[in-house]
Nanobody, 120 residues
């Protein structure tokens, strides 16, 4: 399985960016896709996730500003980020967690990070 992310960049405070991620390879029906972020010296943290059934989870600090969506037919996930703040600056990672037949637990796959910088 591979995850290909795109859409990072530089934006001014209050601006918007859209991150997209496409999964390829063996994708199974029961899965969760999402976005995590990390800044230097800190642990990676969950930003938003969405299950294959459409259930969404958001970190408190992005509620009302970010929206996550997915296309199950295309195996893509999109994060629309609005009203961006300087503290949203981080490397954002696409995530896929899925139940794989014959393997225990959840199998996790991470994409290469994409930099988001919010600065005036």
């Amino acid at each position: 399985v591979q995850l290909q992310a795109s859409g990072g960049g530089l934006v001014r405070p209050g601006g918007s960016l859209r991150l997209s991620c496409a999964a390829s390879g063996n994708i199974y029906g029961i899965n969760t896709m999402g976005w995590y972020r990390q800044v230097p010296g800190k642990q990676r943290e969950m930003v938003a996730t969405i299950t294959s059934y459409g259930g969404r989870t958001y970190a408190e600090y992005v509620k009302g500003r970010f929206n996550i969506s997915r296309d199950n037919a295309e195996n893509t996930v999109t994060l629309q980020m609005n009203t961006l703040k300087p503290e949203d600056t981080a490397v954002y990672y696409c995530y896929l967690g899925q139940v794989v037949p014959g393997r225990p637990g959840v199998v996790e796959t991470w994409g290469h990070g994409t930099q988001v910088t919010v600065s005036s």
